[in-house]
């Protein structure tokens, strides 16, 4: 399915697929570059917050930290 997200900074509609109704995760404006955080509850956008590049990268560590210790 097919999610659209309105960007709180620009306004711009952008969109996101998900195999599924629960999402939480980062998403980025195509229009403005602006970071959220994204909480999809059953296919309804429960929430969308400012997430900074800092935190963003600290995301990306973690999910690779995590497919360290998958490997082991
Ligand atoms: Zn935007």
């Known amino acids: 399915m097919t999610i ?3 960007c709180p900074e620009c ?3 952008g969109s996101i697929s998900l195999l599924d109704q ?3 995760g980062p998403y980025r404006c ?3 570059r602006a ?3 994204i909480n999809i509850h059953e296919g309804e956008i429960v929430s969308i917050e400012p997430l900074s590049e800092e935190a963003l990268e600290k995301l990306k560590q973690l999910e690779e930290l995590k497919k ?3 490997r082991q």
Request: positive net charge; aromatic residues 22%; contains cysteine.
């Open 4 to 6: 659209k997200i309105k």
């Open 30 to 32: 195509w229009k403005c």
């Open 11 to 13: 306004e711009n509609e």
């Open 35 to 37: 970071l959220y955080t």
């Open 22 to 24: 629960e999402f939480t």
């Open 68 to 70: 360290k210790f998958m």
